[in-house]
DNA sequence: CGCCTGTTAATTGTTAACATGGTAATGTGA
DNA sequence: TCACATTACCATGTTAACAATTAACAGGCG
């Protein structure tokens, strides 16, 4: 269920965010509405929708009447602080949901699994940084944990901007695989500890 | 540093959370663009601004082309779980920053126990509640943890759903002059001391 | 009788024009 | 030359009209 953007909002969203992990823009650029609307050919309603949302996830600051600008990435301090908190929502959400999540529920996270090995073949390491976070998510919710889904959005987001675990992303892969093998296998210890091998 | 809001689009996210918070619309009410926007005498563009902010704020949940739905406040497990949270993300800002805060800063928490305090002496809940949160915010800001704030409001936003310290709000107000002493005296120990009682 | 399909009313999504505000350049005075 | 006020430009803020989508309902078919 890679979910198939179907408003333009959607698509100007995903598309600004990817090229914010992608580290197009430097941290602390300037985003205009006017620019990135005549870039994508739409009005600056839904870039404008974009950047409050945008705003929202971590990746830009909102200035009122001047427009938002680039969040830098979280200093390495904070980084493994953050880390932590990510580590035990994870958790959380495992403990108390694993157990009760669907066969349907299941297959979700195996087609997240999938995408994100289609994105460690293509190289791409933009689409690997977000499918990886993806593939997280969609165990977040399967074990019925959307109510901390936002929060730990936060929490993430931010470190994608300088998401470099490029070293070897077949070894990311192989963490994910062993994640994966744990949650259909029920298995709540297992699988916590395959994330928190992953999670670093 | 009550932040004066300016645009048409903080008043009415600012109005929206105040009465979401006062709990004036059921959890799982559908809220209209249309309908709310004829009552604040604007157009829908600033309501819809407003939804997304507080989608993201945690307050609504985004139903594409549906609108947007009052979220249910978390369950009782997840409660004590946030709270943790909150109190690790609180405790942190203080250990790394408190010893950095400068006498402005300071000022700016003085101010916001000021407001606390007429919130208190008033006795409307739904004030105290949001000038409670903006306490603990501006000592996050004072602590050089703007990096941390979005994530921390997204977890404490849905707890104010059913903030209900009514029993005894003067004690909640005597916790926070014990917080804003310690931090002016900058001892660390002691403020993570008082934020551990009054974050419950 | 139940299900499917086409229509309709209502709501959100998008757009472009207009209003407002901030920034930076320009010019004036000391 | 520098400080400061003025002004012009440009970006964001707001609005209202129009387009697209949804869900509910009514009619017809199996």
Same mark, same amino acid.
């Given at each position: ?17 990817? #090229? @914010? ?83 349907? #529920? ?5 087609? +997240? ?13 933009? +689409?690997? +940084? ?14 019925? +944990?959307?109510? @901390? ?11 994608? @901007? ?12 192989? #963490? ?25």
């Amino acid at each position: 269920m890679s979910i198939a953007p179907k408003t333009v909002r959607e698509q100007v969203t995903n598309q600004i965010r990817d #090229e @914010l992990v992608a580290g197009r823009f430097e941290a602390g650029t300037m985003l205009r509405e006017t620019e990135l609307a005549n870039r994508f050919g739409v009005s600056r309603g839904p870039v404008r929708d974009a950047f409050i949302q945008l705003s929202y996830e971590g990746y830009l600051a909102y200035h009122a009447n001047r427009g938002v600008t680039v969040r830098h990435p979280p200093n390495p301090e904070n980084r493994k602080f953050i880390t932590s908190l990510r580590q035990q929502i994870e958790t959380h959400a495992v403990e108390r949901g694993l157990a009760k999540a669907t066969d349907d #529920e299941i297959d979700n996270i195996e087609a +997240a699994l999938d995408r994100l090995k289609a994105a460690c073949d293509s190289g791409d390491t933009t +689409a690997i +940084a977000l499918q990886d976070i993806e593939f997280h998510e969609t165990i977040m919710i399967g074990c019925g +944990a959307e109510d @901390l889904v936002s929060a730990w959005r936060q929490l993430c987001s931010r470190m994608l @901007l300088t998401y470099s675990r490029l070293g070897d992303y077949h070894q990311a892969y192989r #963490e994910h695989v062993k994640i994966f093998d744990s949650v259909k296998a029920r298995s709540i210890e297992a699988t916590i500890e395959a994330l928190k091998a992953n999670i670093k």
